[in-house]
């Protein structure tokens, strides 16, 4: 059974779904999710892929179809969340210096839980400091080296490993190179890591 | 139980997956659906909404989905069909007057099939004129008849239903005027009708 890689931008509306879910799942899979944050926008802006900016009736849709989706997992969203999230860059650095330093997990399902539970964007105070508490950080000292250039090309580099696999959005997991978008692909690559095959 | 409308133009890649798995499905559950040909491109062109057009990587990504989708549905599509097709409202017109006088879900099966496993292009000959005849209909006479301006507007009276309910793509279902968009969402569309919930 492959492992799973785990394509995500904070940032991305469905990703909320996957965040919040995903360590249950891996529990009763026993699959273990390799979590990959990126910056999912700058790849969306280049390859001229806007799904919801003046496209109303379709982000309408995409609020509902989240909300319903919440509830299927068991989820409690205030929906809309605030949308779309100015600091996107910072909020994935936070989130890549967290994978390497084994925080990362907290601080992404916590940020997500604020944004989409409270109403707090993600990537800016008080969402900010108050997930890396949450993630056992502390604060000040992290943003700081999460806003430094290296953090910029960490997240740069993650950015065009994406790329190169034909990653165009978030959420997308990723199992021996095969693809699959969304969070309603979360199945399909399940199937795929065991028997190489949608089933 | 609710019935479910299956809205859905004959030119979109995932309703091919809708198309030729929704009898078993009504089978299987015992939902009525009712087929409602409309023209989506008219209201993806007005709504800014070109998910595959100038976007290589998604189109791409798109092809094999709806590869590893039909493997699991039992299908085998020689992929990629001809996409975009020409003349996608002639091929709804000619559904829509089907749907009317009882043979329309037998042409859209086999316009399908043709275009996707045998990649004759939908809305244009050979495929209409062969799709009519499995579907017991004369060619010349019924393409005739569903080129006539009466045609032309039953199938923009449609568009303009679809539109009024909220749907910008194809396949969509409507579910007591809950709106569920795309094939991977019929089994929440079903467990909508079943208990007004997505389980």
Chains 1, 2 share one sequence.
Do not use: C, H
């Not at 799942?25 to 919801?52: D, K, L």
């Not at 399902?109 to 502390?138: C, H, K, M």
């Amino acid at each position: 059974m492959a492992n799973i890689d785990f394509w995500f931008s904070i940032g991305s509306t469905y990703s909320y779904l996957s965040v919040m879910r995903l360590g249950r799942v891996a529990t009763e899979t026993g699959i273990e999710f390799v979590w990959r944050p990126f910056n999912v926008r700058e790849i969306m802006v280049a390859q001229n892929n806007i799904p919801f900016a003046n496209k109303p009736v379709k982000a309408a849709y995409m609020w509902r179809d989240v909300a319903r989706r919440s509830d299927k997992y068991g989820l409690r969203p205030r929906l809309p969340a605030p949308y779309p999230i100015p600091d996107l860059p910072l909020a994935n650095q936070v989130a890549l210096l967290g994978m390497r330093e084994g925080w990362g997990i907290a601080y992404a399902i916590e940020t997500y839980r604020l944004w989409f539970e409270e109403g707090l964007v993600a990537g800016a105070d008080p969402n900010l400091s108050r997930s890396l508490r949450v993630a056992r950080q502390n604060p000040e000292e992290t943003i700081v080296r999460a806003s430094a250039d290296a953090a910029a090309t960490a997240l740069a580099d993650q950015t065009r490993a994406a790329l190169a696999l034909g990653i165009f959005g978030s959420p997308t997991f990723v199992v021996d190179g095969e693809v699959f978008w969304g969070d309603d692909r979360l199945d399909d690559a399940i199937s795929w890591s065991r028997s190489g095959r949608v089933r």
